[in-house]
């Protein structure tokens, strides 16, 4: 709630910031997950830290909490398909997720072959936000993959998937 402000102008409003869309990996022992995100900066550079903002209830935000640590994992533009898949808790086989060959990065979070680059966090601090929280992780290591860095990354806008603006009553 925005006092005074209709509930579909904040909506739209919000929904108006340029975010990228790419998909946080995280782990601890054998649980690994994929989740497609879209609240995702940098926000530091001595340290270098990125963060992230995880709904309290996802299967990451556990998966952080307890391996303290996340990758980031940019994806190609013209290939938006995965985002849709790794919005509910992922299917791990062996080293895949959802079908997608995943590897450990040096921080032991998991990183996605087919991501044209990733971001390797060892997580630094977590704030808390309400529904969500923040999750600032030091980058540890991080390169393209692939011929990732002649490609433009996703960004939401590429979809018609939304995310944000003000909490549906009644959800979460
Ligand atoms: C376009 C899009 C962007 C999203 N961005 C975020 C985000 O930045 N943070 C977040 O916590 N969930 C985000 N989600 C929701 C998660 O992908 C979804 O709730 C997921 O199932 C929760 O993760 P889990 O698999 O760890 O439970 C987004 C979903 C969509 C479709």
Redesign the pocket.
Known sequence: MVAGVPIEIVNKVLWRIP?V?CL?G?SAGEEW????????TQVAMEPVLVA????R?????R?IEEGQRFSVNLWSRDDTRP??S?????RREGTTLNGRPVRLGVTGAPIFEEAIAYIDCRLWKAVGCGT?TLFLGEVVDCGFQGDGQDRPVAR?ED?R????GVKRRGAG
């Open positions: 975010n869309l946080i995280a997950n994929g989740m497609t995100a879209s609240w995702v992230a903002a995880v709904d209830a996802a299967l990451t935000h998966l985002f849709v790794f919005s509910k808790p992922a969500h939401i979809t998937m939304k995310y944000g």
